[in-house]
């Protein structure tokens, strides 16, 4: 019997987010005799899902943290790991700020190179800058380049190289069985918070500017005008997360409003909700929003995030301005719908995309 393809999968953190949730996922769902997936990191603080990662038999590396003028220390700590670990033959990169430093190294070692696009903008400002500079070589420094839409790889790796026969999307896939929706465990978690028929809105994201969660507070509490029993349920941890605290205290609505950090039950949470917010400054083919889908709820995202996630026809994209969210949050928005199947037949099952990845693996270092 022929030995596994090891793979490296660079993911920065393994904080709980919608490309940690996903990889995982994936790695998880592929046939472990055939591709054996480990994981580098170089954010060891954010390691929620670790023994998740632990648990189905992957290993865990650490690698120094870019701080922007340890250039050397990063090339001789990449140097270094392979030459102890000659066994992997993959790189699959889905951090993208200095992978142009450590993919060449990877590819002098013998090993196949991959960079994933999981967004669609750095944002503004400085960081964002020095970002698009850091990331601009990446599209001549990997021998595969993935998007998790077509937009998403165009936006990193340019026109050229999508529209050449080395750029491969891959879907931004679930485990549908698990985001299925479920009256029971709905029912189950509205008794846990306490809730009756209180209408419950929910956010899932890392909380930074990008996720544009002050906006969310900001709408939700002049909605509470309307409706003062709502609830809003915020999951995730972040930068951002005294700032956001802060804000809900100074507009008083602590008692309506839920923080609940990195969780496990996520499909769970989104059960127990009635109307998913996405209002970001930016977003590739949102993980979030497709678990919010699968649970058969209707999804608020703003007009900037990608489209192609509307894959049921239950997201509405609304510019970022008050009146169009309040006015549609005043909606009865609340009917599930059955979605398994359409999500299934639009290629976002793990199960899909995991055999896809799988042979892919094992096609490139044949």
């Not at 790189?91 to 450590?102: E, M, N, P």
């Not at 639009?346 to 055999?355: L, P, Q, R, S």
Request: hydrophobic share 40%.
């Amino acid at each position: 019997m022929n030995e596994p393809v090891k793979v490296l999968e660079m993911i920065a953190s393994l904080n709980y987010g919608g490309s940690q949730a996903m990889i995982v996922n994936l790695c998880r769902a592929m046939n472990r005799d055939k591709v054996q997936c480990d994981f580098i990191v170089d954010h060891p603080e954010l390691m929620g899902m670790a023994p998740i990662v632990e648990e189905m038999g992957s290993k865990i590396y650490v690698m120094p943290t870019f701080v922007g003028v340890n250039i050397d220390e990063i090339k001789t700590a990449w140097d270094s790991f392979f030459d102890e670990h000659p066994e992997y033959k993959i790189l699959h990169s889905h951090s993208r700020s200095y992978a142009s430093i450590y993919l060449p190294i990877a590819k002098k070692h013998g090993l196949k190179t991959i960079i994933h696009s999981h967004n669609t903008s750095n944002g503004k400002g400085i960081s964002a800058i020095v970002k698009n500079i850091l990331q601009y070589p990446l599209r001549y420094r990997s021998d595969y380049f993935i998007g998790c839409s077509k937009q998403a790889g165009e936006w990193l790796f340019g026109s050229k190289v999508v529209n050449g026969n080395r750029f491969f999307v891959l879907n931004n896939a679930i485990d549908t069985d698990r985001f299925t929706y479920d009256e029971n465990i709905r029912n189950e978690y509205r008794d846990e918070f306490g809730l009756m028929d209180e209408k419950v809105f929910i956010q899932v994201g890392r909380l930074s500017k990008q996720k544009n969660y002050l906006f969310t507070i900001d709408v939700f509490s002049d909605y509470l005008k309307e409706d003062p029993e709502a609830k809003l349920f915020i999951i995730g941890n972040g930068e951002l997360k005294e700032e956001i605290e802060e804000k809900i205290k100074e507009l008083k609505i602590d008692k309506n409003v839920v923080m609940l950090e990195g969780r496990n039950d996520v499909n769970k949470l989104l059960m127990m909700a009635d109307i998913f917010m996405m209002p970001s400054l930016f977003e590739g083919l949102s993980v979030a929003a497709v678990e919010a889908q699968a649970s058969g709820m209707k999804c608020l995202c703003s007009s900037r995030v990608d489209k192609n996630v509307n894959i049921t026809g239950l997201c509405e994209f609304l510019p970022l301005e008050k009146e169009y969210w309040l006015s549609k949050m005043k909606e009865d928005l609340t009917l599930r719908q059955f979605t398994k199947d359409d999500i299934v037949k639009a290629g976002f099952d793990v199960n899909t995309t995991a055999k896809w990845l799988e042979d892919f693996y094992q096609d490139i270092v044949k």
